[in-house]
């Protein structure tokens, strides 16, 4: 008996040895020639990756794909199948991301022989795509439709038709839309800038009292406020982001996205009460509220806990500045401003604003406290501040100039056939 258990597992001592000996323990070779170790490339750069893959058996399977410092893929795998014991890659690899940041990225270059993986990574730095202003639209509405156009130099050129009235606009360069709001009949509608296709709608259920209240645009979402009290947002493909609900009887007009927080203005449905009200934006829940004796403007960032809104007394009509703490949850009046009501505002820079009053252009600083004479005269219904051209475009019903902000001159005038409501830069991401 002794005997036969020897033989047994000497026999299975062999065999074990000999599946071994079939087994690969031979990982595939990778060697890169292109691109090399921290190697710069820039927007819409194409690389061509370069080099020789092999192994004492065949390579089952290839992958290039470019990852960021938190390892996860920022655009598509290439792949390969080479089933031989060699394989020269020669492949081009495309930065066609415009909206891919700047900062240093690794490829990962695996091979397999369906037993053993090698893995290769190589460090390269990225340039991303510099923004640039693409277009500049305005809208109009003659009661029953709003209509779209395309402002080029003195010349304009319509762009689009919409059914419905109009409250706001917002251009979302980050999806390339154009989009348009309304209050009693005009829906929120999202336009292909490219093709000028209707690529989504929110339809306005009004009867006969407004629907949409108000509307702002953050980023890559557009904020609207709807009479029930709702605030919602929606992204680039018309998916809810936000739900919030004001105040019983109120509704929400100025709104701000700040850090981690929603700020709403609301106001009271009946009369002229408001509130300055605060949500997370994770989840659209209360925060805090304050009670507002100003009808605001425009909210904006001060610093991580303060917000300066630029407002209209609700008793005497002029304007106010206020500087809002969050932590303390009250308001201050740092310093005056001339007595008249405020027109239209546009942040200039950090802390700088630019209002419209009493006809002429005045420049508001917070953190100087200090105001200073811009431009005289020009009876500005709506204003609206470019960065990266550094021009000014002030509306005066049906009047547009473009100004060049820091010299003051005149670039350019258009007169429209009716009044601009509204006006917005298109950016190439």
């Known amino acids: 008996m002794f005997k036969y258990f020897s033989l047994i597992v000497l026999l299975t001592s062999v065999f074990i040895f000999s599946c071994k000996k079939d087994g ?110 693409t277009g500049v639209f305005f809208y109009d509405n003659n009661g029953s439709s709003t209509s779209i156009y395309s402002l080029t130099g003195t010349n304009a050129t319509l762009f689009k038709t919409l059914p419905g009235d109009f409250i706001g606009g917002a251009a979302n360069s980050f999806n390339q839309q154009l989009l348009s709001v309304g209050s009693l009949s005009g829906n929120l509608t999202a336009v292909d800038v490219t093709f000028g296709d209707v690529l989504w709608e929110i339809n306005n259920s009004s009867s006969s009292t407004p629907f949409f209240m108000h509307t702002f645009f953050n980023s890559k979402e557009i904020y609207v406020s709807l009479r029930n009290g709702e605030i919602r947002a929606y992204d680039g493909n018309g998916n809810p982001k936000f739900l919030a609900q004001a105040q019983p009887s109120f509704y929400g007009e100025e709104g701000l996205i700040h850090t981690n927080l929603f700020f709403s203005e609301q106001k009271a449905i009946g009369n002229n009460d408001r509130r300055l009200v605060l949500y997370w934006t994770a989840s659209g829940a209360l925060v805090q509220q304050i009670t507002l004796f100003e009808d605001v403007l425009g909210l904006y960032s001060l610093n991580t806990n303060k917000i300066v809104l630029l407002a209209n007394d609700k008793s005497t009509g002029n304007a106010k500045i206020q500087i809002y703490d969050i932590q303390a949850n009250a308001k201050s009046t740092p310093f005056s401003l001339a007595a008249s009501p405020i027109d239209d505002v546009e942040e200039i820079s950090s802390g700088v604003y630019l209002i419209a009053q009493n006809g002429n252009l005045v420049l508001v600083n917070a953190n100087s406290f200090s105001t200073l004479p811009y431009l005289s005269g020009v009876n500005a219904t709506k204003i609206k501040y470019e960065v990266f051209a550094n021009e000014l475009y002030v509306i005066n019903g049906n009047t547009i100039t473009v100004y060049d902000f820091s010299s003051k001159t005149i670039k350019g005038t258009y007169s429209h056939t009716s009044t601009v409501l509204d006006l917005v830069f298109l950016f190439n991401k």
Not at 40 to 62: A, C, E, H, P, S
Not at 99 to 111: D, L, Q, V
């Open 24 to 133: 690969d323990d031979i990982s595939p070779s990778i060697s890169i020639s292109s691109p090399f170790n921290n190697q710069q490339l820039n927007g819409f750069d194409t690389l061509i990756v370069r080099g020789t893959i092999t192994d004492n058996k065949n390579i089952k399977y290839v992958s290039v794909v470019l990852r960021n410092q938190n390892n996860i893929n920022v655009l598509p795998i290439v792949s390969f199948e080479p089933n031989s014991p060699s394989f020269n890659l020669n492949t081009a690899y495309f930065f066609n991301d415009i909206h891919m940041p700047s900062g240093e990225y690794h490829f990962k270059i695996s091979a397999s022989d369906g037993e053993n993986i090698t893995n290769k990574f190589i460090t390269i730095y990225y340039g991303e795509v510099a923004k640039e202003r």
